[in-house]
């Protein structure tokens, strides 16, 4: 349903280019106007800008221009109907219990996660909540011009449970109309009139399409373990030319091997009609249907793009960085290397025929989903010209390909791995390993990386360890033993290394820049009681255990999170840097009393912006020593990764920042958390 939060509706006036001879040249015209039409700026995902009004001078000198509050906090438990809230309470009570570590500040409908970056286009912001409302905001005002409320929540929880979040909305117009389009929580995907907020009824079914109509095994009923919808989307769709591609979100934290395939899907930006789908997950006589053994691409689902996507708008291709297949960490019952899970594949935006793909991870049992837009950049090597493309991953690798052809820029290995001594299981002998650019993360786990600052807190760290499997990347999860190991390491964990803010890349120099994660996971492998669902011989446990660190600090050397430059002409590292100093709690540790410690990155991770003059992200805490622990949107110079200024935020990001230039001012929009979350916009005094 439609409704206002502002006295009267606001007319908002496009500003209409003339028909340009390229897509691209009308994209470029519409970054130096100081627009933002995709999640990424544009759709090769650059999340560049040639602004340059905000510069390494003036930057700490920005000022909050206006807040504003996220319309979810408008929608109250009566208003929701009370019996959703209820539901939504009850799951958050079974997290609670199950991980109360990980909940314990969480409150349903978890409205908190306002991930989104928002669009700009004729002076309007347009976004979606994590209640799947949409809105358009004035960008210069802050206010609320209109917002959509589909009211997914009535329906149910979305996919994964926990994961009340949205990514954000994608923008179209054809020079006569203009249209916002975003998936839903309960998997609608709905067009409005970007001026009005109103359905376009001539898309779909009165304004929507119902994206689990084609989609096996793909229903609306809570069915999963934690009473979730198991089909959802969270992220923005991307339009290429006159088609909206679609991916998806599905519960990927199960304890059945059956799931609905995450099958990527096309619409006609006008009309709605469906103009293709790609079978993530080949059927029978596609290409790759006999790297699924005995059959089990039938029941096999996931698979999904529930990142976001990029395309070559001349080329008329689209970029699909696909995720793992059911179960995350149990390959048994799909034998095989199983495509086109884990890979990059390139479609043709008007058939959706593969053209190429590659595929990083055989056989997933990580979790190592492709978490992110790739990143298309023009390139120089050895003298010759490349349109390439690039994929960061939680693995801490970039995978660097010609765009066109699919071949790589450098020479990518299989090299041999650990097997699994898990019943049933057959992990693939080898992985894919590129020769360059070097990794950009720590990976696997030796006692070497064990925490080092004295040899007491190192001893200690050694006999913790012990107690679990380690090993190099791609190292299979376990079992338990009794009075043994409990569990594998896995180094990067499931959540990266780079994870869904992806990379940023600069067009004039070839330089990607991505932050990442010193994180890791824990995998202890169960088998789930058949009476509560479970048709899996093996999942992992929600419950295992985690190594304790020495003393309460991390059991791993620093940093925790840090920010490389890498040179794709090259495919070299340009340079590295620690996010911030890091927590205070660890620097002023007894045990480290004395110690002049490095800056060791800190927790939190979010998306880089990349201007004509400077590279931006945010930190979470610390820029340096003597500095306050609150949040900072920070300022670096692009090319030695200096911190050149910095600007204290009143609440941690929750998104990636963008830029856009209104009435001859620049600005800068992000997501902060708060209840409710807000998006706020910086601009010079």
Same mark, same amino acid.
Request: with cysteine; glycine share 10%.
């Given at each position: 349903?439609?409704?206002?939060?502002?006295?009267?509706?606001?007319?908002?006036?496009?500003?209409?280019?003339?028909?340009?001879?390229?897509?691209?040249?009308?994209?470029?015209?519409?970054?130096?106007?100081?627009?933002?039409?995709?999640?990424?700026?544009?759709?090769?995902?650059?999340?560049?800008?040639?602004?340059?009004?905000?510069?390494?001078?003036?930057?700490?000198?920005?000022?909050?221009?206006?807040?504003?509050?996220?319309?979810?906090?408008?929608?109250?438990?009566?208003?929701?109907?009370?019996?959703?809230?209820?539901?939504?309470?009850?799951?958050?009570?079974?997290?609670?219990?199950?991980?109360?570590?990980?909940?314990?500040? =969480?409150?349903?409908?978890?409205?908190?996660?306002?991930?989104?970056?928002?669009?700009?286009?004729?002076?309007?912001?347009?976004?979606?909540?994590?209640?799947?409302?949409?809105?358009?905001?004035?960008?210069?005002?802050?206010?609320?011009?209109?917002?959509?409320?589909?009211?997914?929540?009535?329906?149910?929880?979305?996919?994964?449970?926990?994961?009340?979040?949205?990514?954000?909305?994608?923008?179209?117009?054809?020079?006569?109309?203009?249209?916002?389009?975003? /998936?839903?929580?309960?998997?609608?995907?709905?067009?409005?009139?970007?001026?009005?907020?109103?359905?376009? =009824?001539?898309?779909?079914?009165?304004?929507?399409?119902?994206?689990?109509?084609?989609?096996?095994?793909?229903?609306?009923?809570?069915?999963?373990?934690?009473?979730?919808?198991?089909?959802?989307?969270?992220?923005?769709?991307?339009?290429?030319?006159?088609?909206?591609?679609?991916?998806?979100?599905?519960?990927?934290?199960?304890?059945?091997?059956?799931?609905?395939?995450?099958?990527?899907?096309?619409?006609?930006?006008?009309?709605?009609?469906? =103009?293709?789908?790609?079978?993530?997950?080949?059927?029978?006589?596609?290409?790759?249907?006999?790297?699924?053994?005995?059959?089990?691409?039938?029941?096999?689902?996931?698979?999904?793009?529930?990142?976001?996507?990029?395309?070559?708008?001349?080329?008329?291709?689209?970029?699909?960085?696909?995720?793992?297949?059911?179960?995350?960490?149990?390959?048994?019952?799909?034998?095989?290397?199983?495509?086109?899970?884990?890979?990059?594949?390139?479609?043709?935006?008007?058939?959706?025929?593969?053209?190429?793909?590659?595929?990083?991870?055989?056989?997933?049992?990580?979790?190592?989903?492709?978490?992110?837009?790739?990143?298309?950049?023009?390139?120089?090597?050895?003298?010759?010209?490349?349109?390439?493309?690039?994929?960061?991953?939680?693995?801490?690798?970039?995978?660097?390909?010609?765009?066109?052809?699919?071949?790589?820029?450098?020479?990518?290995?299989?090299?041999?791995?650990?097997?699994?001594?898990?019943?049933?299981?057959?992990?693939?002998?080898?992985?894919?390993?590129?020769?360059?650019?070097?990794?950009?993360?720590?990976?696997?786990?030796?006692?070497?990386?064990?925490?080092?600052?004295?040899?007491?807190?190192?001893?200690?760290?050694?006999?913790?360890?012990?107690?679990?499997?380690?090993?190099?990347?791609?190292?299979?999860?376990?079992?338990?033993?009794?009075?043994?190991?409990?569990?594998?390491?896995?180094?990067?964990?499931?959540?990266?290394?780079?994870?869904?803010?992806?990379?940023?890349?600069?067009?004039?120099?070839?330089?990607?820049?991505?932050?990442?994660?010193?994180?890791?996971?824990?995998?202890?492998?169960?088998?789930?009681?058949?009476?509560?669902?479970?048709?899996?011989?093996?999942?992992?446990?929600?419950?295992?255990?985690?190594?304790?660190?020495?003393? /309460?600090?991390?059991?791993?050397?620093?940093?925790?999170?840090?920010?490389?430059?890498?040179?794709?002409?090259?495919?070299?590292?340009?340079?590295?840097?620690?996010?911030?100093?890091?927590?205070?709690?660890?620097?002023?540790?007894?045990?480290?009393?004395?110690?002049?410690?490095?800056?060791?990155?800190?927790?939190?991770?979010?998306?880089?912006?990349?201007?004509?003059?400077?590279?931006?992200?945010?930190?979470?805490?610390?820029?340096?020593?003597?500095?306050?622990?609150?949040?900072?949107?920070?300022?670096?110079? =692009?090319?030695?990764?200096?911190?050149? /200024?910095?600007?204290?935020?009143?609440? /941690?990001?929750?998104?990636?920042?963008?830029?856009?230039?209104?009435?001859?001012?620049?600005?800068?929009?992000?997501?902060?958390?708060?209840?409710?979350?807000?998006?706020?916009?910086?601009?010079?005094?």
């Amino acid at each position: 349903m439609l409704f206002k939060l502002s006295p009267t509706l606001a007319v908002v006036c496009l500003v209409l280019s003339p028909v340009l001879t390229t897509v691209r040249s009308q994209e470029q015209k519409n970054a130096a106007a100081g627009e933002w039409h995709s999640y990424g700026g544009d759709n090769t995902s650059a999340k560049y800008s040639p602004l340059d009004q905000i510069n390494r001078v003036n930057f700490a000198q920005l000022k909050i221009a206006w807040r504003w509050n996220s319309v979810d906090g408008f929608l109250s438990k009566s208003a929701a109907g009370g019996e959703w809230w209820s539901k939504a309470e009850n799951i958050f009570e079974d997290l609670q219990e199950e991980n109360p570590n990980r909940w314990r500040d =969480k409150t349903a409908p978890w409205n908190y996660a306002l991930k989104a970056t928002p669009l700009m286009a004729g002076g309007m912001l347009y976004l979606a909540t994590p209640l799947s409302v949409a809105a358009a905001i004035d960008g210069e005002t802050g206010e609320t011009v209109w917002a959509f409320n589909p009211k997914t929540y009535e329906v149910g929880t979305p996919s994964m449970s926990f994961q009340w979040n949205h990514r954000g909305v994608a923008y179209w117009s054809d020079g006569r109309e203009a249209r916002i389009f975003w /998936g839903t929580g309960d998997g609608w995907l709905y067009a409005v009139d970007a001026k009005t907020g109103r359905p376009c =009824k001539n898309f779909g079914d009165g304004g929507r399409v119902d994206l689990m109509k084609n989609i096996p095994r793909a229903s609306r009923k809570e069915r999963d373990y934690l009473n979730a919808i198991e089909y959802s989307v969270t992220s923005p769709p991307i339009v290429v030319r006159n088609t909206v591609i679609v991916g998806s979100a599905i519960s990927d934290r199960r304890i059945t091997k059956e799931a609905p395939p995450g099958d990527v899907q096309a619409f006609d930006a006008r009309t709605g009609e469906m =103009k293709w789908i790609f079978h993530t997950i080949p059927r029978a006589g596609e290409f790759g249907n006999e790297t699924w053994e005995n059959d089990s691409w039938k029941y096999t689902g996931n698979a999904n793009v529930w990142s976001m996507m990029s395309a070559d708008d001349e080329l008329g291709y689209v970029y699909l960085p696909i995720g793992t297949p059911t179960n995350d960490f149990y390959g048994g019952h799909r034998l095989g290397d199983n495509l086109f899970a884990d890979s990059l594949v390139c479609v043709d935006v008007e058939t959706g025929k593969r053209v190429w793909h590659f595929q990083m991870v055989h056989h997933g049992l990580w979790d190592y989903d492709n978490p992110c837009a790739p990143n298309l950049i023009d390139i120089t090597v050895d003298g010759k010209r490349i349109k390439a493309v690039a994929q960061v991953t939680k693995q801490g690798f970039c995978y660097v390909f010609d765009r066109v052809t699919g071949k790589p820029v450098w020479p990518i290995e299989e090299r041999p791995v650990a097997a699994s001594d898990v019943p049933g299981e057959r992990a693939a002998p080898t992985q894919p390993f590129p020769t360059r650019p070097a990794p950009f993360e720590y990976q696997g786990v030796t006692v070497d990386d064990l925490i080092d600052f004295t040899p007491a807190l190192r001893a200690e760290a050694v006999k913790e360890i012990q107690r679990f499997r380690t090993g190099p990347l791609f190292t299979p999860p376990s079992l338990a033993v009794k009075g043994g190991t409990q569990g594998t390491i896995h180094r990067p964990g499931e959540g990266g290394g780079a994870n869904w803010p992806g990379a940023s890349v600069d067009p004039e120099t070839g330089i990607l820049y991505v932050p990442s994660r010193n994180g890791y996971s824990v995998k202890l492998l169960y088998t789930p009681d058949p009476e509560k669902g479970g048709t899996v011989r093996y999942t992992h446990a929600q419950r295992g255990e985690s190594p304790r660190g020495p003393q /309460g600090l991390p059991i791993f050397k620093p940093p925790y999170s840090r920010l490389t430059a890498i040179d794709l002409n090259r495919g070299e590292h340009v340079w590295m840097t620690p996010l911030g100093m890091g927590a205070s709690r660890i620097r002023n540790h007894p045990a480290l009393k004395g110690l002049k410690l490095p800056p060791l990155g800190g927790s939190a991770v979010r998306g880089p912006l990349v201007t004509k003059t400077l590279l931006i992200t945010v930190i979470d805490g610390a820029v340096f020593e003597g500095d306050n622990d609150g949040p900072k949107l920070v300022a670096y110079d =692009k090319t030695t990764g200096k911190v050149v /200024g910095k600007v204290d935020l009143p609440a /941690g990001a929750l998104g990636t920042p963008m830029t856009f230039m209104l009435k001859g001012k620049q600005y800068i929009a992000l997501t902060i958390s708060g209840n409710p979350p807000q998006l706020i916009a910086l601009c010079l005094p």
